[in-house]
């Protein structure tokens, strides 16, 4: 029989969101154990500076907040582990969570925070000048590029609201939108469309990142003319969507249809008692640092109420 391991409080993931809830839990005396995943630290442990976090004043690496976070989780006496949930089983008491396809957990809470991974055109110099003018986040990057021309393909919602946020940074920003027509709601695209240094490029498609260390053009193709031109960019940012990692609960826990987990409005709770979701793969609007570390710590205080409740 495969070993099994009885714990009260299980984190799943750790980003911010993940972390922070470790800290709370184990704070609260909740004895948490997390298992971090694929990628310890998440989708920062891919940005180079970080500004807009408070209490950083001089900002921080990603990669080196996400290690400040995950000691001062360890320090409150959380048990952080490498390794990866690959089964749930959230059908009777405990749940069950499978880590790396071997064991199996018991646990009487569960804190999903297993985050959003940004979709990448898939191009080998996207892959290449990424964190070196290549940007999933212009709320994040567009900062560093105050003042400078830059490119963002998309047309959905977030690829407006980036780039009406890039406008306000930028000298120009080029939006490269692959059809003839935009995804993004009426009064977005309005918005865009009136805004005077966001040029909209239609049918137009990304074909190379160019620049040896970082960004210094792209080379475009638009598919209506044929014709191919190089545009003059300092960054890149592409804003195509993202994907929550929710596939491991599809058929147990409420998500919407792009697959991020459903939780009872003002609170982590999902829809089974006992499991609490936070962080990116709950939140497809705001997805900062800032705020996926804030419901790591709602989705412990839960943790910690709806335990206190079970034990009477
Ligand atoms: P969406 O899936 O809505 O849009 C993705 C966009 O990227 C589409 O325009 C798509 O083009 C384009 N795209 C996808 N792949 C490629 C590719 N390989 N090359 C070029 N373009 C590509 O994602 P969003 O992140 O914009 O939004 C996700 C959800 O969140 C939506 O429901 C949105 O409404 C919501 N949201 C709401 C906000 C708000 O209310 N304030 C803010 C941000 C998001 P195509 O159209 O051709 O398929």
Redesign the pocket.
Known sequence: MAEVEKVHCLIIGSGPAGYTAAIYAARAGLKPVQYQGLQPGGQLTITTDVENYPGYPNGIMGPQMMIDFEQQAQRMGADIRWGMATQVDFNSLPHKVQIDDEKWIEADSVIIATGASA?W?GLESEQRLNGHGVSACAVCDGFFFKNTDVAI???????C?EALYLSKLCSHVHMLI??SE????KIMQDRVLKTENITVHWNT?TLEVLGDHKVDSIKVINHQSKAESVIPVKAFFV????EPNSSMFKGLLDMDE?GYLQTLPGSSKTNIPGVFACGDVQD??YRQAVTAAGSGCMAALDAERYLSALEG
């Open positions: 979709k055109l393909v998309g047309a959905g919602d977030t690829a609201e692959r059809r935009m995804r993004a709601s498609e804003a195509i969507g993202h792009s497809k609007i």
